[in-house]
Nanobody
Framework: QVQLVESGGGLVQPGGSLRLSCAAS????????MGWYRQAPGKRRELVAA???????RYGDSVKGRFSISRDNAKNTVFLEMNTLKPEDTAVYLC?????????WGQGTQVTVSS
């Protein structure tokens, strides 16, 4: 059974940085796409960043230039480096992984940007 486990969330001041990690277990395959979504209270879930196994990346408009996604295909792990954080980045960040049309989700990690 595939499991995605996120880590690295927490409380950070505006302008600060955080690094999220997501490790997949229980799979014998490499995910075609791994990425991050976020959901704030009362808002729709939105794409933050995604990366294919060949290295193609895409970002949500609100995080371009501030966030960077990377992955270790051999370890089925994906990372999200978040810089210049803003209060509006506050949300639960969820890891996702796609394989043959099936999307797997992690439980999420809370990121709070506040002074």
């Amino acid at each position: 059974q595939v499991q995605l486990v996120e880590s690295g969330g927490g409380l950070v001041q505006p302008g600060g940085s955080l690094r999220l990690s997501c490790a997949a277990s229980g799979s014998t395959f490499s995910f075609e796409t791994m990425g991050w979504y976020r959901q704030a209270p009362g808002k729709r879930r939105e794409l933050v960043a995604a990366s294919t196994s060949t290295g193609t990346t895409r970002y949500g408009d609100s995080v371009k230039g501030r966030f960077s996604i990377s992955r270790d295909n051999a370890k089925n792990t994906v990372f999200l480096e978040m810089n210049t954080l803003k209060p509006e980045d506050t949300a639960v960040y969820l890891c996702s992984a796609v394989y043959r049309g099936t999307t797997y989700w992690g439980q999420g990690t809370q990121v709070t940007v506040s002074s």
